[in-house]
């Protein structure tokens, strides 16, 4: 376990959802110094007077997102727009800086595809395939010893953890899958757009790009790489009437009897600190969850149809973006995994 | 069209939020009377001292449920818990008293099953078969001229309107449907009950009931008759943290190349004064029909997989019960269908 | 009372929350005809495409904010941001139109404390003193003869309502008036401001402007004409966790033994359509008022400290903005005061 | 600073809110173990069963609430309704063992009153004088050697610590005090009563008991206490459409010209770990100390009139409950006072 004085810390686009969480998890660790903080929009302010819960646990201010703000530090998160981290990641790299990106920018091994779902081109494609994805219940070891970690997407780690044990072992069709999933606003991020208005989300929920979201091919390229072999997948997300939470509901056939599920997904995670499989019969509720790094998965095989139904919840902000990100922060540089990420889900 | 002096209704279990729902409606109704509002707990006291937003509109007092105090009503509503209807339909149709029931007690037409879902044998299994199943945009005539009619479910009115066109044409897979169903807190009714409270059901969401719910065999019989052959439904309800309104996203295998899927919907229900398919590519809020007795329906033909996923929107308290209730009525005394149903939802 | 045919109606700015309000109770409204909605931002397209609720009910298409697209018109309605309706209002005057002006451009008497709240110097000062501030309770009849009504702002509505009788009669210390206000976001318009998003207002509360907000003058104003002497006003508003409603509580001093408090406010709105005085010890919960155009108030007289205090619940964009409009067009052209605003409280 | 071996606690009452969030709080504490939790319906139950959330973090079983299952406890929180502590609370300090109690059992010093307004004798009236009111930004150092604390209520914090530097040192008119409090609805706690459904507190606001609230003799003891003289206090409570958090609205009337108030408060809070004073001009919102043990203050002096405002918010069921209820444990057991308090508020 690692001792010793602290880590330096970069946060790059501090003033969104994802860097403000960053912030909170990271005032509280240990082994972590913040160093710097960086908002072209702010720079100048205070973190503390944008964000009064940080009041008296960070007293850094935000500077330009200049790279000389950034040398010293050891690693650098980026709680960026899709399309920053890929201008910047390269030269931070060359510092011997750790770079773990929030956003989008390193997580398609695709070049391609990528400037598909992004509407640009990639900057750096170079670096698609020495990146790390940041999913530890998967290549924990790879993220230990990686310079470039692209940390999942929110409904990404939830449909994905849904679907592993399922997916590893070969038990059901590939190629019928389907992930209804649901999200708190939060996801959307803190931007200015009438859509995500208190008036236009509350009390109200709907489905958005049925015909095609960002997440639908990172989700892909995950279950591919589990399954060994080509996969079908249909994702409805939806906006929900409140905040924080993902609910992942996963459908899959199985190709034949599937044995005993439940015991599969308990010994598949047996060993992960953040994933927690229910008693048979559970419905998670993403309330549990809520702030915490962790996500609760229940399983259901049907009565008849056989058909096979998994429920998964996480905090969208944390194990889905901001804890998943100081998870690996933990990994690569020798922590107790679990450091700083021990709150219990805020109930009620 | 139909005149003259207003007909005289009764309504049994006016505490309930489907009971003060058809208050609401029937209030502004020019048609009706209101005579008779039954409760057992709160016989005695003025309906408008339990719900404020009904006073000077409503002035009728509670009374108890006895039969006498029905006698006179045209038609009787009953918003009350299952098993309540059953008992006291025969007397009622005896006098000649229309029963329009909003529970499921005749909703279901295989008595061992009622009796398999609600945990009691049927009290009147011979009705089973005269009862018309009140989804006036499968069997309008019959509702026209029906003694006893069933009022359908809040998630079965969504989910059949949804499916309707396909299984009518025979144009998806009917073994293998998936609906994946969220409602607003109310669809569970006035009930003290610990999970129903604000603190438990706020800012929070989870499915419920997995394992089997009792709208499913209600859905899978209406499914059925649409069909003409068997019909397999997974069904996933989950509870948001909302108070009214219902979303169903519904999953279907096309068989062959199923056709212009779009003008399929919107010619099915061009005449329908209640169900409004919308433009291509749309995504039905919830919200766009609260407090209204519409219906919205978008339908998408995903590139590539060719899987149909339809959405359909309702508020469950309206088109999910009191609504559908007076839209009934209406067709059976001969009124105008849209007769004080003409409230736009409510946005924001 | 009017019968003939329908008047024409126009609307400025109708894509903001009380322009489509006012849409939702006009498109019902038996004797108007919706002739002109003008959006600057959205002209061409369907008014129903932005606002689903509206499909079927409006088929007006947006147009530019010319005034010869509201020739012909015979009232106007401005749903605009503060500042347009000054501008363009003397034009339409001249044409002979009736001007309803939602927003704050004529409701204070004073051009230079206008200039003051809102910053900027008033277009047309001169119009200051003829504008009848549409308060209905309080000046009918020059509402019934007036070419241009100032409706009034949706706090200044609760809190006048709520202390009229009181300063009718002189009955409290004029000088020593509390009104803590809480509203629902929808009050703060359909604007893409960080601060209105959902992840921003919900589930939590606060209060916003305590040094000084535009209302403050409007209300004192109202109140130094009940009162007839001057007053003194602390006015504190605050941002709810919701969409619709305001809740005014009110703390007044009694000068001598008040009286019978719960009478005087009876007989004082007796024959008042929209305001609804409950019975003593009642609550008002802003949901008994939601989507109707009445204000509920219950008045409390402490024991011991004789401290009164007045609840007083409205619908911010009814009976705080588009419903009060529509029933000064009532007034104004001569139909029954109620037309078009029959609509009972959606509770829950 | 206290060291060694860990604590021994025990729950009493622990399914409801204040006992689950103790639980939640207590589980990271690192000098405690909780040893027993009670709960009469839930016994034989594991907490975790029932809390999701604790999973992995407490693995204790509900036991029934005798005292010899609390022997060997060091301290014993009571988390039960009123009315419960002070039947056992003389038998666990017979035995040495420390109570804090959370319900209102010991918070009012007169045994008469304390009767009239929670409607039955006191059992252990002898009792109240030695109790120690746990408020420890006022009596810090009798809750250090207590045997019996009394924990404060939820609105009784937000209140005292709002007014407290303008009593103490008589700066307002102590008998002119205005209270307009306002609570997220876990603060009614965990019961299964219709008026805290989600759809009948959800999406609308409303004052309750006006007339009289239980919290209202707590609040006066203690203002009294701090001003050194009699008070008036009028206090109106308010329900809001959330969870968790109170917000205070105070009213006071300065004697005298007052002084630089903003300083007044940030001197009196200084050296205080939980009481946070904003900078001038602000206005807190309760999510920025959700799930913190924080209470932020802002306060204005309003321009002409003088009048003071004072804005005060808490987490009802941390600061409100059960984080000041560790905070007493942990000055009463030598701990740094901030133990197992660091978290930081919840946003967004």
């Given amino acids: 376990m690692r001792s010793g004085k602290p880590i330096e810390v970069g946060i790059i686009g501090g003033t969104g959802y994802t860097g403000v969480e960053l912030l909170r998890l990271l005032a509280l660790h240990p082994g972590v110094r913040i ?46 727009p899709n399309g920053i981290a890929m201008q910047s990641a390269p030269v931070l790299l ?25 509407g640009q081109a990639h900057a750096c494609p170079e670096l698609l395939s020495e990146a790390v ?21 929110c409904y990404p780690t939830a449909v994905q953890l849904g679907l592993l044990p399922l997916l590893e072992n070969r038990l059901v069709a590939a190629d019928r899958l389907i992930a209804d999933v649901k999200s708190g606003v939060s996801g959307a991020g803190r931007k200015a757009e009438v859509p995500l208005l208190m008036s236009e989300t509350g009390e109200s929920f709907k489905a958005y790009a049925v015909a095609g979201h960002r997440h639908w091919p990172e989700i892909v390229q995950g279950l591919v790489e589990m399954a060994g072999e080509p996969v079908g997948l249909t994702f409805v997300p939806h906006l929900l009437p409140m905040i924080r939470g993902i609910h992942a509901t ?64 996480i905090d969208n902000l944390v194990k889905g973006a901001a804890g998943q990100a100081v998870q690996n922060m933990n990994l690569r540089f020798g922590f107790e995994e679990t450091t700083g990420l021990q709150a219990i889900g805020l109930y009620p």
Wanted: net charge negative; glycine share 8%.
């Fill in 250 to 313: 996963l459908y899959a056939v199985p190709i034949d009897e599937p044995g005993d599920i439940q015991r599969l997904y308990e010994e598949r995670y047996r060993d992960e600190p953040f994933v927690d499989v229910l008693p048979p019969g559970s419905h998670p509720d993403t309330r549990n969850v809520r702030g915490s790094n962790r996500c609760q998965i229940a399983v259901f095989e049907l009565r008849g149809s056989g058909q096979i139904v998994v429920l998964a919840v």
């Fill in 35 to 80: 160093r710097t903080v960086t908002s072209r929009t702010d720079a100048g302010k205070a973190v503390a007077d944008l964000y009064p819960n940080l009041r008296g646990h960070v007293d850094a201010v935000f500077t330009d997102p200049e790279v000389e703000n950034l040398s010293g530090c050891d690693v650098v998160f980026f709680a960026t």
């Fill in 133 to 153: 994805y940041g999913l530890p219940e998967v290549r924990r070891d790879a993220i230990r010893s990686a310079r470039l970690i692209a940390n999942p997407g």
């Fill in 94 to 118: 060359e510092k011997g800086i750790v770079v773990i990106d929030l956003s989008a920018d390193f997580r398609l091994k695709d070049a391609d595809e990528w400037a598909h779902w992004y």
